[in-house]
């Protein structure tokens, strides 16, 4: 191994309310510069996987490392800090804040007093949300508010991003938009780590990919290897 | 002088020379009121912390008033001297207060309403049955307020002295509101989550907004106590709570005028009410008139009678 990782998942277990084992042990590596993403049905643990890491939830074993630090069991709010941004399914736009206010929310700890390189970074991957400025968030159409929600991120100037489905309820030509800016973003230098059910539009933004499946990771390769994967073609590609 | 702020400067010189003129004629009723209504804005403007920015539901908070009075009671029955009494009293309230706060943070909306009116209740009834410290139903007797040799007393004295706070407490309210904190604040009612995720501590957001509103709500009881002079548990039912919380949704969640507004008018109406309608059969019905305001209000103008620019965008989409 060359450089350690950017983000080290190592087997972790996440359970909820000591019933539901949605994480059995999973271990999963970003690598600076990359896309990878993590395929997987409803209720696989993609979700429940991007949140143990962002610590909205607590895994009740395992280790996560970002940037060679430990960050399992750290708040939220100080893992954001680090440079670990989580957009969330469901976007979570602040609905009565503008779209400039939310998008100033997500420098809100950085402590730079000029961030007008950073709007006008956002509202050039996302023209909409530069003709948008005033209207308020929750009046935004969701593809609008899926570009809101990951401009909010990018103002945070994040090292790794981590999207939750950002295709999830979008029309095909807006999920085409989301793919081409998650490329670009990558390309400026922010990694990636991309959660799908649209297996298909996943592995062919990405450079490599897991399967997950009922909490544990099943399948891990490139992902040109996993599209002509069989299995991958027939179960999660729709195709013979 | 544009007629805004002629009348601005007006109404300012009303509040300020009306109740001296009326010192001791036939109105000097209205100068106690005022002194009501103005302790009523200060809660409000308190409650309106938790309640108007973070977005968290308190049916409770009449019990950092009490905390305050009883604070103001007992340090009087000890001879304490006020500049040690006010830190105490507050100190006292805000403590309580984030001890609720601590066992709710991660409840919201019904459930938390339970729990601050199960809270607000429980602290009736400990000040209520504490006979060797608070005297019980009995109540305490409280001295004027005093500084080194000198006593504030009467009610023109001590209108002036909850004018001032009133106005100490709006500018306190408006500088918050425009700062990191009050951004954070709004954020973490709009959506939690996100606003974790952007890198705000919610928790501690929560917990200082329960803060300052435990502090304006016990400087209220503290001047309440030294003012009438007398404190029972009667004074700090639920229905205070209710009435505290309704003068927010009146005036206007999350605005500071209207916020002063809601108090204006739902501590004032009923007070004048009882004046004017003494002695006629419609006295029984104040509290009749008081519930149809809240329901037209509520009906016809749901984001209160003077919103915060937000709130009025979200409520009529065509205003935005």
């Known amino acids: ?240 | 002088m544009t007629p805004v702020s002629a009348a601005k400067w007006a109404g300012l010189a009303a509040i300020l020379v009306v109740p001296a003129l009326l010192g001791s004629g036939n109105y000097a009723y209205l100068v106690q009121a005022g002194g009501m209504i103005g302790l009523y804005m200060i809660l409000a403007l308190g409650l309106n912390f938790t309640m108007g920015y973070v977005g968290l539901f308190d049916l409770g908070y009449i019990a950092f008033f009490a905390a305050g009075a009883y604070g103001a009671a007992i340090c009087g029955a000890y001879n304490v001297p006020l500049l040690i009494e006010l830190p105490l009293t507050v100190a006292f309230a805000v403590l309580l207060r984030l001890g609720l706060g601590v066992s709710i943070l991660r409840l919201r909306g019904d459930y938390l309403a339970i729990v601050t009116m199960g809270f607000g209740e429980i602290t009736r009834l400990v000040i209520n049955n504490l006979d060797s410290i608070t005297n019980g139903p009995k109540g305490m007797e409280v001295p004027p307020l005093q500084l080194f040799s000198w006593t504030l007393s009467g009610n023109l004295g001590y209108y002036y002295l909850i004018a001032a706070c009133v106005a100490l407490g709006v500018i306190g309210s408006r500088r918050l509101e425009d700062s990191r904190v009050g951004r954070a604040w709004v954020a973490i009612r709009e959506d939690e989550t996100a606003a974790r995720l952007s890198g705000i501590s919610v928790n501690e957001h929560k917990l200082l907004a329960f803060t300052i509103s435990a502090g304006f709500a016990a400087v209220a009881g503290m001047i309440f106590a030294h003012w009438i002079q007398f404190v029972t548990p009667e004074s700090f039912v639920f229905w205070e709570s209710i009435l505290i919380v309704s003068m927010i949704v009146l005036g206007g969640m999350g605005s500071i005028y209207g916020v002063l507004l809601g108090a204006l008018i739902l501590g004032g109406v009923p007070q004048i009410l009882q004046v004017f309608l003494a002695g006629s059969k419609w006295i029984d019905y104040r509290y009749f008139f008081f519930g149809v305001v809240l329901v037209v209000v509520v009906l016809f103008r749901p984001e209160g009678l003077w919103p915060h620019k937000r709130r009025q965008a979200e409520l009529h989409e065509e205003a935005a």
């Open chain 1, 1 to 240: 191994m060359t450089e350690p990782a950017l983000l080290d998942i190592q087997g972790l277990h996440t359970v909820y309310g000591k019933k539901i084992h949605a994480l059995k042990g999973v271990s999963a590596q970003v690598r600076s510069g990359e896309i990878v993403c993590i395929i997987g049905n409803n209720g696989a643990g993609k979700t429940t996987l991007l949140k143990t890491v962002s610590g909205v939830l607590q895994p009740d074993k395992g280790a996560v490392r970002f940037a060679g630090e430990a960050i399992t069991g750290q708040p939220t709010h100080r893992i954001a800090r680090m440079g670990l941004a989580h957009v969330p399914e469901g976007r979570h736009v602040f609905p009565r804040l503008s779209v400039a206010e939310n998008l100033e929310m997500g420098a809100y700890f950085r402590t730079e007093r000029d961030l007008s390189k950073d709007y006008d970074h956002v509202f050039e991957l996302f023209p909409v949300l530069g003709r948008r400025k005033a209207q308020l968030a929750g009046t935004l159409s969701g593809g609008e508010q899926q570009m809101l929600a990951m401009g909010r991120a990018l103002m945070a100037r994040p090292r790794l991003l981590m999207l939750d489905e950002p295709s999830m309820g979008l029309a095909p030509v807006v999920v085409d938009t989301i793919f081409d800016i998650i490329r670009r973003i990558n390309k400026e230098g922010v990694t990636v780590l991309l959660v799908e059910q649209n297996a298909k539009r996943a592995l062919q933004a990405s450079s490599r990919g897991y399967v997950l499946e009922t909490g544990e990771i099943v399948l891990e390769d490139k992902a040109e290897t996993l599209c002509s994967d069989a299995k991958v073609r027939k179960a999660y590609l729709g195709l013979q």
